[in-house]
């Protein structure tokens, strides 16, 4: 069974390693730019978890899942293309750096499970590669928003879930 809890410093070595199972994973599947060069760094996964924003998920004794939950306003949402966001008053929460080993299953469940919780609105972005995520995104209700872009200026679909 999966254990939420929030990553600590002494959690890092272990997020890389999953942060690089995500790489491989996104190659496998057809999706090799979207963490292309080094993506997610270090640096990224030490501010998410000296704001509180990093999450892992332990099975057995091991992390084998990490996110970010940010809570909004995120930057490279403000401005959206295509389309407009379900609802761009209330605050929201971003979750970000999604990553797992490959042999764990039920990670989105876990992790939309601590969402519901927290928050009744949720934006996420992903690669038009990113058929896993996309895949995902639909079955746990999140509707196709527009085209946002990200710091380095790339394009990201942009999702968002309403309860």
């Known amino acids: 069974m999966l254990q939420l809890k929030n990553a600590t410093l002494s ?11 995500g790489r491989d994973i996104m190659l496998a599947s057809g999706n090799p730019n979207q963490w292309a060069k080094g993506y997610p760094t270090e640096e990224m ?15 057995d004794g091991r992390i084998v899942a990490y996110f ?17 966001w ?18 764990v299953h039920g990670v989105f469940q876990t992790m939309m499970a601590y969402l519901d919780g927290i928050t009744d609105n ?10 896993i995520m996309q895949h995902n995104l639909d079955r746990y ?9 990200i710091a380095s200026g790339a394009e990201r679909l942009a999702y968002q879930r309403l309860k």
């Open 11 to 21: 959690d890092l070595p272990a997020i890389m390693q999953v942060l690089e199972a």
């Open 45 to 59: 996964v030490r501010g998410d978890i000296g704001l509180g924003y990093g999450k892992v998920m332990v099975e």
């Open 68 to 84: 970010a939950c940010i809570p909004s306003p995120d930057p490279t949402y403000a401005v959206i293309e295509g389309g407009a």
């Open 86 to 103: 379900l609802d761009d008053v209330k605050p929201y929460y971003v979750i970000h750096r999604i990553a797992k080993l490959p042999d």
């Open 122 to 131: 949720i934006r996420i972005d992903t690669h038009k590669d990113n058929t």
């Open 141 to 149: 209700g999140f509707k196709y928003c527009g085209i946002i872009h």
